[in-house]
């Protein structure tokens, strides 16, 4: 193929579109989860919030049951309230740990990608038409 500027800038962008589809397509399937994660991130203090505010109605319901606030009364209450806020941050602490770890990765590896295609755009370039 003879060299010309219309054929040399054609075959590169067609390159270098194709490559950035490939990479575009690529960072789609790592971030597909993502959502998930942010969504378990944020959302499990609440759940855990709304059984230990539920576990001190179940308390306070306790006490006025029983017209007393003895440990044996209010205890299996707040041992529930208290299973609830843990069961929460069980679940928001590594969701938040992994979320911010993938979004960091994505973020290298698309650094990284970029700079794959525009290097290999400039190697096809000087292989082929020079």
């Known amino acids: 193929m003879k060299r010309t500027p219309t054929n040399s800038s054609l075959v590169r962008e067609i390159v270098k579109s194709k490559l950035t589809q490939t990479q575009e ?4 399937k790592l971030e597909q ?3 998930f994660l942010a969504t378990t991130a944020s959302t499990s203090p609440y759940i855990g919030l709304f059984g230990t505010v539920w576990g001190i109605l179940m308390a ?3 006490i006025g049951k029983a017209g007393t606030s003895s440990l044996a009364t ?3 209450s707040i041992a529930e309230a ?3 806020t843990a069961i929460g941050l069980a679940a928001a602490i590594p969701a938040v740990i992994a979320y911010n770890y993938f979004v960091n990765r994505t ?4 650094k990284m990608t970029d700079l794959f295609v525009e ?6 370039d000087e292989e082929v038409f020079s």
């Open 25 to 28: 397509e690529e960072i789609s």
């Open 33 to 35: 989860y993502m959502p």
């Open 60 to 62: 306070f319901q306790a």
């Open 74 to 76: 209010v205890g299996p």
């Open 82 to 84: 208290l299973i609830t």
């Open 107 to 110: 973020r290298q590896l698309v």
């Open 119 to 124: 290097e290999l755009v400039l190697k096809i």
